[in-house]
């Protein structure tokens, strides 16, 4: 469930409120009592870093030893980018 903060425009009180999505948004300010108590646009608690994910993060057991098993190769392909070959034909003699 997630947690919104609110706020009452009347008397700048302010609280956060665990609710469910289907749970309708809060009025009635708990300090005041006056129909000014609005939801707040607040950051999101987590932030993603890195450069993501990959099969070989988490292969559990000691470095090198793992890294030997008969799967190594597609993990290691799969975690770095291909290089397309290189080009066979030749480059324009265009004199302009």
Avoid: H, N
Wanted: with cysteine; aromatic share 8%.
């Amino acid at each position: 469930m997630p947690i919104y903060a609110y706020r009452c425009e009347a008397c700048s009180f302010e609280k956060d409120v665990l609710q469910k999505l289907s749970d309708a948004p809060l009025t009635q300010c708990p300090s005041c009592g006056q129909s000014s108590f609005a939801k707040q646009v607040t950051a999101a608690g987590f932030q993603l870093k890195g450069s993501g994910w990959y099969v070989t993060d988490f292969r559990g057991g000691s470095g090198a030893s793992s890294a030997a098993g008969p799967t190594s190769g597609a993990s290691a392909a799969a975690a770095t980018p291909s290089t397309s070959p290189p080009s066979t034909t030749a480059p324009s003699t265009d004199a302009s």
